[in-house]
């Protein structure tokens, strides 16, 4: 399966679901590690990541906005279809390469198109990583297993007072589940419409919210304290999309490190908009190209005349 899905050796690999219960492939300690190999950047030492490894670094898809677009549409479409046949626990494998950074612009652009043709790949936007994705592990029936999981998990976690956290798990039906699945894809990977849902998230922790948001499986006086949440019964939920499913994320979308991280690559990509504005201006300045002079050969001396 990782052959056929990553035709080139990543740099990194993730397995990604939008589940958070067991959805950790790395220790703490492990996860701030350094990297000892010689060859770091094509090197996929880290093994396959997970959720919660994606969430802890940040990691964003750095593709054109006409790539997410395509990427949301066809994991959308997938995962209905999935989602309707009663299958669950399949995920999105997420493969990133990274091209070698001696490489001329020329020999770039080659690999890029190369690449390009052995999978479902994009090139980002500096043009230094190429992503490939595929939904893997898709014959998983919702079956008389699963649901006695999903109701052994659900019971625990009502017990532990932990109500909210039980949305985490992989054992929910499959309709659910494919809801999840694409709206952490839209929300952490794709990153689309991240504003409208921090907003309704801020909403939510000061009374503010409607009451699609409050009903995120906890009553008003809890959404008001996101610090100190305790457990209640509470007969409304959300149906779908990140008014439910938000808030599982909610905490790895805060924070010192991931605002720093967020801010620089704001920066960078501002830095590409600029640099582009101004190749464009300076072409259209210089006019189309001058073709080049055509050269004059002398005509053979006729010695017959």
């Known amino acids: ?173 499959p309709v659910e589940y494919a809801d999840r699945f694409r709206t952490f894809v839209d929300c952490e990977v794709l990153q689309l419409g991240n504003e409208q849902h921090q907003q309704q998230m801020d909403q939510a922790g000061t009374g503010e919210a409607p009451d699609a948001v409050l009903s995120m499986g906890i009553c008003e006086g809890q959404a008001r304290s996101s610090r100190n949440r305790r457990c209640c019964i509470c007969r409304q939920r959300p149906v779908s999309g990140a008014a439910r499913w938000a808030q599982l994320w909610e905490r790895r979308r805060r924070g010192l490190i991931r605002e720093r991280m967020e801010v620089e690559r704001a920066d960078y990509m501002q830095r590409i908009r600029d640099l582009e504005r101004e190749v464009a201006r300076l072409t259209e300045e210089a006019g189309p190209p001058t073709p080049p002079p055509v050269a004059l050969r002398p005509r053979p001396f006729d010695d017959t005349r």
Not at 94 to 102: D, E, F, K, M, S
Not at 133 to 146: A, H, M, N, P, Q
Request: proline share 5%.
């Open 1 to 173: 399966v990782m052959r056929n899905f990553l035709p080139a050796r990543p740099w990194l690999t993730y397995d990604l679901k939008g589940a958070t219960a067991n959805r950790r492939a790395l220790a703490a300690p492990r996860l701030h590690e350094i990297h000892r190999e010689d060859n770091p950047r094509n090197r996929a030492s880290w093994g396959t990541l997970r959720d919660w490894e994606w969430m802890d670094i940040s990691m964003v898809c750095d593709v054109p906005t006409s790539a997410k677009t395509r990427l949301k549409e066809m994991i959308t479409a997938d995962a209905d279809f999935l989602g309707a046949q009663g299958f669950l626990d399949y995920s999105l494998l997420v493969g990133i390469h990274r091209l070698p950074p001696q490489a001329s612009n020329a020999e770039r652009e080659a690999q890029v198109t190369e690449l390009s043709k052995l999978g479902f790949a994009f090139a980002s936007l500096d043009r230094q990583r190429i992503y490939f994705f595929g939904i893997i592990d898709v014959l998983e029936k919702y079956s008389l297993r699963w649901r006695a999981q999903h109701a052994v998990l659900t019971a625990a976690y009502w017990l532990s007072c932990k109500r909210r956290a039980a949305d985490g798990i992989s054992a929910i039906p």
